[in-house]
């Protein structure tokens, strides 16, 4: 199973990170469609899309508008999708088709079907895709997926805390994805706009035991060399990543005894 990070910074792009969307073409799901969203065009591979949004904030879901020519294949004609549904607290999908696609802000509504998250999701190749609330001004949820052979967890926009509920919803998967937004030492930061330090985050995955951290939503304003502490982070946890746009990611099927 191959994961795309195609976007993987916060708040704003930067000239070397778009913001937040991963994607998974082998099983037609996106989650988030920040800046990057328009990479997601000459990946994709089947019939349907599914979008799962953890917030409404702007750097999530301003890649919605880019939808018409995602779906627009090389000849320039638009692909006909079974479906292309977009997943969400009702309230902050409310907020997308009554703001974002404002007549005065956008000329034309995408092909879009509304889905209100109200539990786990089941999908196509066996997926289920389990929400979790995340503590971030305004709300926001992760998501664990799950497969009968292997599994990860996707959190973003939260002040990571190895006390926090969610912790025990990304127990053991095999691939955590977690914000990173700030370096040690900015954690009265984190807290005021419910981002992470380096250090909760890699405390997380241990406690969670999770098989690999990767590290995303970095600050666009960061170093480009060294956002935050990398040696620092594999002393606690030794398998680390930090992200880059357009990394792939291989979920491998676990095997046991």
Request: hydrophobic share 40%; glycine share 6%.
């Amino acid at each position: 199973m191959k994961i795309l990070l195609l976007g993987t910074g916060g708040y704003h792009p930067s000239e070397i990170r778009h913001t937040a969307c991963m994607m998974l073409p082998e099983a037609g799901i996106i989650l988030d469609a920040g800046t990057a969203m328009f990479r997601a065009r000459k990946h994709l591979q089947t019939n349907s899309l599914d979008i799962f949004l953890t917030h409404t904030h702007l750097d999530h879901v301003v890649g919605l508008t880019f939808l018409f020519d995602i779906l627009r294949d090389d000849q320039m004609t638009m692909r006909r999708l079974d479906h292309l549904r977009v997943h969400g607290d009702h309230k902050k999908l409310d907020a997308v088709r009554q703001h974002m696609f404002s007549e005065h802000l956008f000329p034309a509504l995408p092909p879009i079907e509304w889905v209100d998250l109200n539990g786990p999701v089941l999908l196509a190749k066996q997926t289920t895709i389990t929400p979790f609330p995340l503590t971030h001004p305004g709300g926001c949820i992760g998501y664990r997926l799950d497969w009968p052979d292997r599994s990860m967890a996707y959190v973003t926009d939260t002040t990571a805390d190895i006390e926090a509920d969610y912790v025990d919803a990304i127990q053991g998967v095999d691939l955590l994805l977690h914000e990173c937004y700030l370096p040690d030492g900015a954690e009265d930061r984190a807290q005021l706009a419910g981002h992470s330090c380096l250090t909760p985050v890699v405390q997380v995955a241990k406690r969670a035991n999770v098989g690999r951290l990767i590290l995303i939503h970095i600050n666009a304003l960061a170093p480009t060399d060294a956002p935050v502490d990398m040696e620092r982070a594999r002393s606690i946890f030794p398998n680390t990543r930090l992200s880059v746009d357009q990394m792939e990611v291989i979920l491998e099927a676990t095997t046991s005894d």
